[in-house]
Every structure is written in structure tokens, then in C-alpha cells.
T-cell receptor, first 115, second 112 residues
Framework: NAGVMQNPRHLVRRRGQEARLRCSPV?????VYWYRQLPEEGLKFMVY????????ESGMPKERFSAEFPKEGPSILRIQQVVRGDSAAYFC?????????????FGSGTRLTVV | GESVGLHLPTLSVQEGDNSIINCAYS??????FIWYKQESGKGPQFIID?????DKRQGQRVTVLLNKTVKHLSLQIAATQPGDSAVYFC???????????FGGGTRVLVKP
């Protein structure tokens, strides 16, 4: 049973390009969360999704960022027109239940560098 | 608003000694708390959790204590080993209960 799979592990983009980060949750997990982590800082919540639904996007910047979790396939975090400030580690987590019932399993993250 | 904070950003501990990592939370509605360990270049790894109807829970070499009166959470690591060197985060599920809010982290450095 593979854990949460994220790819790519490292992603370099030039300013203005698009970044697409993929996350395959643990098999059977229907709750997916995306977090951003700057160096030497904690994890900041971005968005919580269930299959085909965005449940909570209160941590997502209003512009340039979007997320989806389609019926088939991985969850995608998309950042359009990247800027240097988007450089960070992006972690995906999944759980079989909402956060009040169980913890998350995290992936190894995607480290985005904007040059 | 919700916030989870840690008292000590860095903790140096001698190998074999016990470690105590502290965490303060502000949301009294939180009823589920978790400690995570993050090694360099890796994702956070679940260590232990506790619900608000408990004040202590033990795992293998780890104990989590919850004091709801002062909204304080701690993680105790017994006989700290070099492999315990990492950043440790506490997390709470907050008022809505649908996501985890993480603290800023404490780095534990184990000296041989």
C-alpha cells in the first residue's frame, strides 16, 4: 500500500510560467489537503478537497492558484504565472476521515523553485 | 483566530536523555491534537495523537500530555536517540474541525 505520492519532487519554473503539482492519495482515502511550507517555517493550510469538490479553500491565494481532485486521477495544485514568492515546498496529505477524526498521511512534497 | 505556537524553537538534548517539546494552542474548540516529526527533505510523519477527552496518551518512547485548562500540549520523548533529530510540529483541528492547523515547529538536535 503506497503512501501519498507527489510528483515531481523538484520543479523549477521561470517567472510567469505555470506549475502543476500532482498528488495521489493513499488508496481509499477520499480527503486531500494541500499545505505550503517556507524554509524553517511551519505548514500553512491551503485547500481541502474531496472527490470533485472543494470543501475549504480559505488558505488559497485568490489569484493564480487553483486546485482540483477529479473523480479519476490525482489531485492537482496549479499555480499560474509563478513569481519568486511562490518558491516553497508544497505538501499534500490525505486521510480516510475528516480532520476531527484522524490524522493525515503526508507525501514527500514538491519543492518549487521559481527563477 | 486559530493559532498554535511553540515555546522553544530549538532544543538540544544529550543522547539518552529525555526530551520535552511544548506547544500552546489558542482555540478552545479544538478537540483533536497531533504531533508530527519532519526530517530534512521529507514530509511530516505522524507520531501520536490525543483527543480532548484524554489528558495523557503513551506510545513507543513518546508520551503526549494535554492540559485543556491552560491550552497546552507537550510531547515527551524518552531516551532520545540520534534518529530523533528532526523538527517537531504540533497540530490542532480547530473550530471547524475540517483541517489541521500547525504550529511553527521545534527543532530537536541530539548530541552524541
Amino acid at each position: 500500500n503506497a503512501g501519498v505520492m507527489q510528483n515531481p519532487r523538484h520543479l523549477v519554473r521561470r517567472r510567469g510560467q505555470e506549475a502543476r503539482l500532482r498528488c495521489s492519495p493513499v488508496k481509499g482515502h477520499s480527503h486531500v489537503y494541500w499545505y505550503r511550507q517556507l524554509p524553517e517555517e511551519g505548514l500553512k493550510f491551503m485547500v481541502y478537497l474531496q472527490k470533485e469538490n472543494i470543501i475549504d479553500e480559505s488558505g488559497m491565494p485568490k489569484e493564480r492558484f487553483s486546485a482540483e481532485f477529479p473523480k479519476e486521477g490525482p489531485s492537482i495544485l496549479r499555480i499560474q504565472q509563478v513569481v519568486r514568492g511562490d518558491s516553497a515546498a508544497y505538501f499534500c496529505a490525505s486521510s480516510p476521515h475528516p480532520a476531527q477524526e484522524s490524522g493525515y498521511t503526508f507525501g514527500s512534497g514538491t519543492r518549487l523553485t521559481v527563477v | 483566530g486559530e493559532s498554535v505556537g511553540l515555546h522553544l524553537p530549538t532544543l538540544s538534548v544529550q543522547e539518552g536523555d529525555n526530551s520535552i517539546i511544548n506547544c500552546a494552542y489558542s482555540n478552545s474548540a479544538s478537540d483533536y491534537f497531533i504531533w508530527y516529526k519532519q526530517e530534512s527533505g521529507k514530509g511530516p510523519q505522524f507520531i501520536i495523537d490525543i483527543r480532548s477527552n484524554m489528558d495523557k496518551r503513551q506510545g513507543q518512547r513518546v508520551t503526549v500530555l494535554l492540559n485543556k485548562t491552560v491550552k497546552h500540549l507537550s510531547l515527551q520523548i524518552a531516551a532520545t536517540q540520534p534518529g530523533d533529530s528532526a523538527v517537531y510540529f504540533c497540530a490542532e483541528n480547530g473550530a471547524a474541525g475540517n483541517k489541521l492547523t500547525f504550529g511553527g515547529g521545534t527543532r530537536v538536535l541530539v548530541k552524541p
